[in-house]
Every structure is written in C-alpha cells, then in structure tokens.
C-alpha cells in the first residue's frame, strides 16, 4: 500500500485549529497597529502565567533571549561558572557565553538525558554561581535533587524549559521550581508561535519588573534608559496566535502522550533503548529511542517516507565554539552515547495511529532484517 510520507512534526494540523478564530483578531491587531507588544502580548502573558502557574510572566522574542535577560537579571557576571548539561539545544549555553561568563558542562542522566547532579557536583568550583537544569525532550529533570544540590552550594537555579511547557514535577510546573524559568516558542516547539517568541517566569516582582524594562530598551519611562538595554519585545501576532493555541494545549498534549504510549507498547520487545519515563507529567517534545544502528535504521525510515531527526548529534563539549573549553570528551559519556545512539521519531499533536502503527512496523522491519 502506497501511503503518505509521515513528518517529524505537522504545524499545519496546529494552524487549522486555530485559523478562524485568529483571522479576524489579527485584522483587528493590525488595523490598531498593536506590532510590538501589546494587549495581545499582555493578554497572553496572563494565560501563561496562569497556565503555569507562576505570579509573573513576561513576554520576549525567543528562548534565547528569555535565558540571556534570566541570567542578566539573575545577577551573573563575566567569568562567573554556570553548570549546564553536555546534551542539549546549543541555545543553553548562548546566554551563559553572551554575559562573559563561563559554562562548565555536566555529564548527563544514563537514562533520562537530563543533567546528572552527581557529575555536576565533582564539576564545582569557586566562582560557580548558577545551575541551568534543561527539561529535555519534555522529561522534567529531577527538580528535587537539583534543589538540594543548590542550595547546599548557594547557586541561583534558572530552569531551561524550552522543551516542556505544562511538564510538571512533583505537581509543580517546570520554569516555576528555580527562581527563573525560561521558555521557547520557537514555531516547532509543543506551544509553537507563528515565527519567534519565548518567555520569562518568576514569581520575584522586582526581577519581573527589571525583564520588563530591560526587554524594552531598559526604560520603564519613555526615553529615559536606566541601564544596558535590549530590543527583546515580543510581537503582537506572536502574542495573539500563542493565546489561541494555548488554549488547546492540554489537549494537543495528551495527544503526544497517547502517541508515546502506542510507541513504548509497540516498540517494547526490540533491542533499542526506550526514552526512560520517571515522570508521568512528561509532555514528549521529542521521542528519543537510542541504538547502536542508529545511523542504518535512520535511513531504513526515511526510505519509506518516515521523517527522523537528531536531537542533538554532536554534544555541546565536542562544539567548535566551545572548544576553548578544552573539554575531555571521554568524560560525558552518557552525553555521547545520546548524541551517537539517539534518534526522533515523528510525535505531534494530530498524529493518527495508523501513522504511528506504521512507524512501529517499519521499525520491527528494520529489526527482523537484521
Ligand atoms: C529551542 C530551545 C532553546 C532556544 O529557544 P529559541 O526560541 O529558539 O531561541 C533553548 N533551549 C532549548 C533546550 C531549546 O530546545
């Protein structure tokens, strides 16, 4: 049976949801002139806050600039040592490198990905002042430990998640555990915008107050700039189509869910690392299954039309603009093994189980070949 090719992720399922309802607000949005924040960013600041659960949001353009304001406001200064994970997004450590301060990269979880406190502990130094723990994939990363560990040694914790919107841990929202969480809504992400858009939550106010400004050009009165400032202000069609998806989230969420679920049941007799689950409230960003034949089965599924992708191929220490890090490869080899074994497979919100069954068939092919 000819069948139809099946991508990695479907925006345009997402934008036929919300369409006719968004029309007619986006005439009004432009007819008023509200581009660069605005009510709809305001509007959308509300439902996020209240979403997550945190006393304050504040709207931005991206993830990475969400994450350099939060280190910003966070008090970090060059040459100040940040702990972040080997395996993520290079985004985590932009911030920490656009302040002059200094990553110091941890080993990751063998299971979970995430990053590994008892590495990060062996990691410290005098001068280290934050921990950016990343909730990769949608999988919160184990908030309690990383708590303990950072009080213990008096660092600021500022959460990247970037990947996990609505992911909670211990029935709290991820981004609200640490003192800043930072997110993305980069157009792939599980709450996607119509091009680039991220947010800040705290529940400080006077650091809610500081993004605010510094986001705007560091003025909280109009042409009267108290500090270094930034053009960081999220749009107000961003705003407005983040509002009209947010209130499908949830739902689009126990979507991915009930694909994971299909995926753990169907692919669970095969020689491959499943994503470890140890938190119910995961929200599958990413399905990372993990095999030496990694690079043979990646190209068994594209030849039937099934997209895959790498999350991430080459670990942060191995990263040409992080070579003056002088890291020794042979110590992350969790790290390692998840960039070399690691591979996506297709998860999103509007994907049918006849395209998920497909994908585990071709799966068990690849397998009973081998
Ligand atoms: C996407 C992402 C970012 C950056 O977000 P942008 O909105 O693309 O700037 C940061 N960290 C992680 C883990 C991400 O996945």
Redesign the pocket.
Same mark, same amino acid.
């Given at each position: 049976m000819e069948s139809s090719p099946i991508p990695l992720n479907d925006l345009a399922w997402q934008w036929q949801k919300i369409e006719q309802k968004f029309m007619p607000e986006f005439h009004e949005l432009v007819k008023h002139g509200h581009f660069c924040l605005g009510p709809a960013v305001d509007q959308f600041e509300k439902e996020f806050a209240n979403f997550v659960n945190s006393p304050e949001a504040i709207a931005v353009n $991206?993830?990475?600039?969400?994450?350099h304001l939060a280190l910003i406001v966070a008090g970090i200064k060059p040459g100040d040592k940040i702990l972040v994970p080997a395996q993520?997004?290079v985004?985590?450590v932009w911030a920490v490198l656009y302040i002059g301060a200094i990553p110091v990269l941890c080993d990751v979880e063998k299971d979970t990905g995430n990053i590994d406190i008892a590495d990060a502990e062996k990691r410290l130094q005098p001068g280290t002042k934050a921990i950016i723990p990343?909730h990769?994939y949608g999988q919160p990363a184990n908030m309690q430990k990383i708590m303990a560990f950072a009080e213990k040694n008096n660092l600021i914790v500022i959460e990247?998640a970037?990947?996990a919107h609505g992911a909670k841990f211990q029935g709290k929202n991820v981004g609200t555990i640490g003192k800043l969480g930072?997110f $993305?809504?980069?157009p792939g992400?599980n709450l996607g915008a119509l091009g680039?858009?991220?947010m800040i939550v705290t529940a400080d106010k006077a650091l809610a107050k500081r993004l605010r400004s510094l986001r705007h050009h560091a003025q909280e009165e109009r042409y009267i700039h108290n500090e270094l400032g930034f053009n960081y202000r999220m749009e107000g069609i961003q705003g407005l189509a983040l509002s009209h998806k947010l209130a499908h989230l949830t739902e689009w969420t126990d979507m991915r869910r009930h694909v994971a679920k299909r995926y753990l049941q169907g692919l669970k007799d095969l020689p491959l690392t499943l994503p470890e689950i140890i938190h119910d409230d995961h929200v599958y960003h990413l399905f990372v299954i993990r095999t030496p034949k990694r690079d043979a089965l990646r190209d068994h599924l594209n030849a039937q039309q099934i997209a895959t992708g790498l999350h991430y191929p080459v670990p942060l220490h191995r990263q040409p603009c992080l070579k003056h890090l002088a890291c020794a490869t042979k110590s992350f080899p969790h790290a390692e093994n998840f960039s070399s074994q690691g591979l996506s497979l297709p998860i999103y919100s509007g994907m049918t189980d006849t395209q998920t069954d497909r994908v585990i068939k071709a799966i068990h092919q690849f397998f009973e070949k081998e």
């Open positions: $991206s993830g990475t600039s969400a994450l993520t997004f985004a985590t990343v990769l990247d970037a990947q930072c $993305s809504f980069y992400k680039e858009a991220g």
